[in-house]
Structures are given as C-alpha cells and as structure tokens.
C-alpha cells in the first residue's frame, strides 16, 4: 500500500497583515509594566574609584544608589528619578570613570 504525502500550503484566507495586527492586538491586550523597565544608560558602565590612588572601584548602580537614597527618607519614585538623572548625566557628559568626590558633587 502507497500512502500519498500531502502537500502543506498556508491558509489563503489569513494573509501577513492580518497576523501582524494580530499580534499587536495580542501585545496591546497585556499592559507594560513600568516596574521591571530598563534603560539604555543601565547597559553602560559608570567605573567610580575609590581613594587618593585610585586602586579600587565600583560600577555604578541606579538600583543601590536608589535604595541608598529611600533610606535617607526620599519617596522611591523620586529616588528612582535621581538615579536615572545621575547616571544620564554621567554618561551624556563622556564621564565613565569618576572619583567618588566627583560623583558626590554631582549628586
């Protein structure tokens, strides 16, 4: 006994437009969350030394620089703000390396 293969084809009737606005449909029916949103300055590396001969370092970080702020009393959503603003403008400025001093002014 032969069994003939079948040949697969699309579906005529749905074409690509109609799986795009699909899909968009799909995406815009879960709303974004804002909680778990990154930014582009959190992939660039802000290298702060440490010291007079600056041995030592830490990367820069919005999330500990904006804990370190909520303890001080600052709401978190304003806390967040100045972590982004800080490192925007450390990064806008070509300033990858800076010495806590320097970091502290700009704060």
Do not use: C
């Not at 005529?12 to 606005?21: G, T």
């Not at 899909?23 to 930014?39: C, D, I, K, W």
């Not at 390396?97 to 320097?102: E, P, Q, S």
């Amino acid at each position: 006994m032969k069994k003939d293969k079948e040949l697969v084809t699309e579906n005529p009737s749905r074409n690509e437009e109609e799986e795009d606005d699909y899909e968009n449909q799909r995406a815009a029916s879960f709303p974004f969350s804002t909680r778990n949103a990154s930014s582009k300055y959190d992939f660039v590396k802000v290298k702060v030394w440490l010291g007079d001969n600056a041995d030592h370092y830490y990367v820069l970080s919005r999330f500990l620089l904006s804990r370190m702020l909520t303890v001080t009393k600052i709401p978190n959503h304003v806390a967040i703000k100045i972590a982004l603003e800080l490192k925007k403008l450390l990064i806008d400025n070509s300033l990858l390396d800076v010495y806590v001093l320097t970091s502290h002014s700009q704060l």
